[in-house]
């Protein structure tokens, strides 16, 4: 019987692609969370109740739990979310970056490895590992330049650079064992339920706590944004159709300013929050910028398209629309997942 192992499922991502699975597929599916401070089993929401979801609390640097879960649940495929993902921290404490990206995708690949070979030859066949990297491992682009799969990694940050070593440990289990591993390159995510660290839920968070907005340097670093819902849209494409041995970059193609995407969300938040309307831009502050912030990201994603026919389905605007509703409606998420978060800036030198 088919059965999927999602690692990092109850994080921002990863709860949406449950959602999703269980509402979508007619195949069970495990969840192996550590849950951190970014994985909240209130994300899930109802699907827990569903008799074909499977929730471990583990964590992913323990051998003998992923073990143990790969070999009482035998999947027939592992999508490999889980991961520490915001910069600033990384350059606050890396250790935990490489502690958790690197040897926990190690010890997960090994873990698979010994039980891919216990499965017959057709089982074998039928397997798929789906690892999700980041398009911060190519460094930054100058303008109007791509990146394609087949450019050479150039991370800059402890985060980019624990994901590369990541990718480049999964890929060798590919090359060197058989195991049928793929690499995903997705650009940057939003949507509700994202821990309000990263950009637009921060922004989000600031404005109804009645703050201004930071915004790093000149605002004007560059980066492609992919709804979640499109993003788990394409997981779920490259885990049934997906090559062992390639990458694919997953993304809307169509980058924009940090100060643009502060804009629109000032301007969402407005349109739909009217009793202070027009308000939200006049918080807009610059502050020091990030040490070592990388410019522009962009990735040539017509991989995707041309094998799969995948393109992403919402536009930025609806998607922050969509983004902001959400948050606006769901103050309760909020106070559960932020209990001891204030929004305070970390990652300086």
């Not at 089982?123 to 798929?128: D, I, M, S």
């Not at 398009?135 to 590369?164: F, I, L, N, Q, W």
Request: charged share 20%; glycine share 8%; net charge negative.
């Amino acid at each position: 019987m088919e059965k999927l192992l999602i690692t990092g499922g109850a994080g921002f991502i990863g709860s949406c692609f449950v959602q999703r699975w269980i509402e979508k597929q007619n195949i069970d599916l495990v969840n192996f969370d550590a849950l951190t401070y970014a994985g909240h089993l209130a994300s899930i929401g109802g699907v827990a109740e569903n008799p074909r979801y499977t929730f471990i609390h583990a964590d992913l640097r323990s051998a003998k739990d992923i073990e143990q879960a790969i070999c009482e649940h035998r999947p027939s495929m592992i999508l490999h979310l889980a991961a520490e993902t915001h910069v600033d921290r990384s350059i606050e404490k890396p250790n935990d970056f490489i502690s958790t990206n690197v040897m926990g995708t190690s010890i997960l690949l090994e873990a698979t490895l010994h039980y891919w070979r216990t499965l017959s030859a057709s089982e074998q066949e039928g397997f798929r590992f789906l690892h999700i990297s980041t398009d911060e491992v190519y460094g930054p682009v100058g303008r109007k330049r791509v990146v394609t799969e087949a450019d050479a990694y150039a991370p800059t940050s402890p985060y980019a650079a624990s994901k590369a070593a990541a990718d480049h440990i999964a890929r060798s289990y590919q090359q060197t064992y058989g195991l049928p591993v793929m690499i995903a390159h997705p650009t940057n995510n939003y949507g509700p339920r994202q821990f309000p660290e990263k950009l637009i839920p921060h922004f989000i968070f600031k404005i109804l706590r009645g703050e201004d907005l930071p915004l790093y340097g000149d605002g004007m670093q560059e980066r492609d944004w992919l709804f979640v819902e499109d993003h788990c849209c394409a997981l779920e494409t490259l885990l049934f159709e997906g090559l062992p041995g390639e990458s694919y970059h997953l993304g809307s193609q169509i980058v924009r300013t940090n100060l643009e995407v502060a804009q629109q969300v000032c301007t969402q938040i407005d349109r739909q929050q009217t009793a202070h309307p027009g308000e939200s831009k006049e918080r807009i502050t610059f502050v020091e910028d990030r040490p070592g912030h990388d410019h522009r990201y962009a990735l040539d994603c017509g991989k995707m398209e041309r094998l799969f026919g995948w393109r992403p389905t919402i536009s930025f605007e609806e998607g922050i629309a969509t983004t902001v509703q959400w948050y606006l409606k769901n103050p309760q998420w909020i106070e559960t997942v932020c209990q001891e978060y204030q929004g305070n800036r970390i990652g300086l030198l």
